[in-house]
């Protein structure tokens, strides 16, 4: 019964008031965050937890009345709202019980590389970014460059951002994978329909405390700038190339005319691969969680098709198809994909709670 597994949460909550009250951790700031921030990810679910409980009393007291000839007609009346209210909170509750990602109030790294299709690729990764930028700026977040290769013909052979704000890998950690597009390029003179494709990686930001990096680890090649950068940038050697020595990772940066800026960016990427790295091997040993993932993780399958001819977009995970390509992407709409990938997501991890 849903009734006996909210137990274990209210007895928590309950404890966790005591032991903020305590002398002993009132003394001890770090220790009193973490309890806090425990305490206020679980009111939300005792809030429902007793609402619910509260709700099966009611029922309980109303079907006694209904036996009782004067008191029955209110009985039933009262009956009509609270088990409709019962059923909902069934459904809230069950979310509210799901395991939380750590990672979901953390910032991102994203990145966008072409891939087959050449120019048309390369100019897709410009049109993506800029639909993420918008999406962006819809959420509040803030978007910050990191890095990027723009191509000759337009667009970007790669580009790294990080971007900032309230739950952001909580969304755009679904967009990881290979995103497929097919139009007509703006050379090609038949109007024949191509097909590219650009991948997207999306790394949340790692804490200096969570990764620590041993500088003799660390191989650092300092070379002047390249690319769409203007006089300033070549005239020094700013541009910043690290090599992780125990991983092989390559990560450079030349975004930015001082050296040392070039460098922090570029440890800031280092740190987010190798995070993701260390999330990798932590699922790979999990079969069951590693199950209950949306794919957020496979970088090599095609998750979605966006089909300019037809005004189509389509994410392969779920099956869901929009005729409302043009609006998503110049309007930064990706909520129209990210809710459903999020409903489904916490659908399959109820089902294997059993909830």
């Known amino acids: 019964m849903l009734a006996d597994k909210l137990t274990p949460f209210i007895n928590r909550y309950n404890e966790l008031s005591e032991l903020l009250s305590s002398p002993d951790i009132t003394s001890d700031i770090k220790k009193m965050t973490e309890l806090s921030k425990e305490q206020s990810n679980l009111a939300p679910l005792v809030e429902k937890a007793k609402e619910y409980k509260s709700i099966i009393e009611q029922i309980d007291e109303a079907k006694e009345m209904l036996g009782d000839p004067e008191m029955s007609d209110m009985a039933k009346e009262e009956l009509k709202e609270l088990e409709p209210r019962l059923g909902e909170l069934e459904e ?13 109030e953390r910032n991102i790294i994203l990145e966008l590389r072409a891939g087959t299709g050449g120019d048309e690729a390369a100019l897709f990764v410009g049109d993506l970014f800029g ?15 990191m890095d990027s290769s723009p191509s000759e013909a337009g667009g970007y052979k790669e580009i790294v951002a990080l971007i900032k704000g309230e739950r952001v890998y909580s969304r755009l950690k679904y967009e990881g994978g290979t995103h497929r597009v097919q139009r ?20 949340p930001e790692a804490d200096d405390v969570e990764i620590e990096i041993n500088e003799n680890d660390l191989k650092i090649d300092v070379m002047r700038s390249s ?67 949306v794919g957020t993780g496979d970088r090599s399958g095609r998750i979605r098709t966006y089909n300019y001819p037809q005004n189509r977009i389509s994410d392969h995970r779920i099956n869901l198809t929009l005729y409302r390509l043009n609006e998503i ?5 990706f909520d129209e994909i990210i809710e459903p990938l999020i409903a489904d997501h916490q659908a399959k991890i109820v089902e294997a709670a059993g909830l």
Do not use: F
Not at 131 to 141: E, H, I, N, P, Q
Not at 184 to 202: D, I, L, N
């Open 131 to 145: 639909a993420y930028t918008r999406y962006a700026d819809l959420k509040g977040w803030k978007v910050e460059i």
């Open 329 to 333: 992407m110049s309007g930064g709409l």
């Open 92 to 104: 809230e509750i069950k979310l509210l019980m799901l395991p939380k990602d750590p990672n979901d």
């Open 227 to 293: 690319g769409c950068g203007g006089q300033s940038v070549n005239t020094t050697d700013s541009a910043v190339r690290i090599t992780h020595l125990p991983t092989g990772i390559v990560v450079t940066n030349q975004d930015q005319k001082s050296q040392h800026k070039n460098k922090e960016k570029a440890m800031k990427v280092l740190k987010a691969r190798l995070y993701e790295l260390e999330m990798q091997q932590k699922q790979a040993e999990s079969a069951a969680e590693r199950a209950a993932q």
């Open 184 to 203: 007509v390029p703006a050379t090609e003179s038949q109007g024949r329909v191509h097909t590219s494709a650009v991948t997207v990686a999306v790394m």
